[in-house]
């Protein structure tokens, strides 16, 4: 008898229950919550199945580049008469991953890349990672507007640019910090020394970047 009663005010409770997002009420409710459940069930399988293995995916390719970043970035040798300032070729790495990933895998891949010199050079990794950030991000998120290899040119064109400035100005402000130079002498090297060793660098990025993004970005959307 008990349990007859408790069942019927259980049925009255359910019957008078209405949806606090939509306002369904009434015997209408049973089936509204039956609904909700069957989205939330296919939306959840839905995420599991298709996205997750995305995810992993997109996570392996920024880990990938993110080692090749690290990789390259100690591979140095001089490109002008200044032997003391030399070339890595980083900075391609950067451009690709945000041409084929977008402005955040180029933010990555900048920051990350340069992580292993942070203890034995804080300052100069500062710099890198400030002028591979300039380089590659504007890059990429021109490239994503114009998906092209006129698009791709004006990225690394722009990107380029704005990455001699950021060289350029973070030479004067942190060269004398940890060089024990004068701004007066940092300045006097800009002409002669520093904006040719940059533009050397920008133009091997840009020439190598160009040449070998395509093909790379097609093997990469193979793959997924």
């Known amino acids: 008898m008990e349990e007859t009663r408790a069942h019927y005010e259980c049925i009255f409770a359910y019957s008078h229950a209405s949806c606090s997002f939509c306002g369904t009420r009434g015997r209408g409710f049973g089936q509204h919550v039956h609904r909700q459940h069957q989205r939330q069930t296919w939306l959840t399988h839905h995420w599991c199945g298709r996205f997750w293995p995305l995810v992993h995916a997109r996570i392996a390719m920024y880990a990938l580049f993110v080692a090749l970043a690290m990789v390259t970035s100690f591979i140095e040798f001089p490109i002008t008469p200044v032997t003391w300032l030399k070339y890595d070729p980083s900075g391609i790495v950067c451009l690709i991953a945000g041409f084929a990933y977008g402005p955040?895998?180029?933010?990555?891949?900048s920051v990350l890349g340069f992580v292993p010199h942070m203890f034995a050079n804080p300052w100069g990794s500062l710099m890198a990672v400030l002028v591979a950030l300039f380089?590659?991000?504007?890059?990429?998120?021109?490239?994503?507007?114009?998906?092209?290899?006129?698009?791709?040119?004006?990225?690394?064109?722009?990107?380029?640019?704005?990455?001699i400035v950021v060289a350029l100005v973070s030479n004067l402000i942190v060269t004398p910090i940890y060089a024990h130079m004068t701004?007066?002498?940092?300045?006097?090297?800009?002409?002669p020394i520093l904006l040719p060793f940059n533009v050397a660098k920008m133009a091997i990025h840009a020439v190598?970047?160009?040449l070998i993004y395509k093909p790379i970005s097609n093997l990469l959307s193979k793959q997924q």
């Open 135 to 163: 380089l590659s991000v504007p890059a990429a998120f021109i490239y994503r507007k114009i998906r092209t290899r006129k698009g791709a040119a004006i990225g690394i064109l722009v990107g380029a640019v704005l990455a």
């Open 208 to 210: 190598i970047t160009f």
């Open 183 to 191: 701004y007066q002498a940092v300045a006097a090297m800009i002409l």
């Open 104 to 109: 955040a895998a180029a933010a990555i891949v």
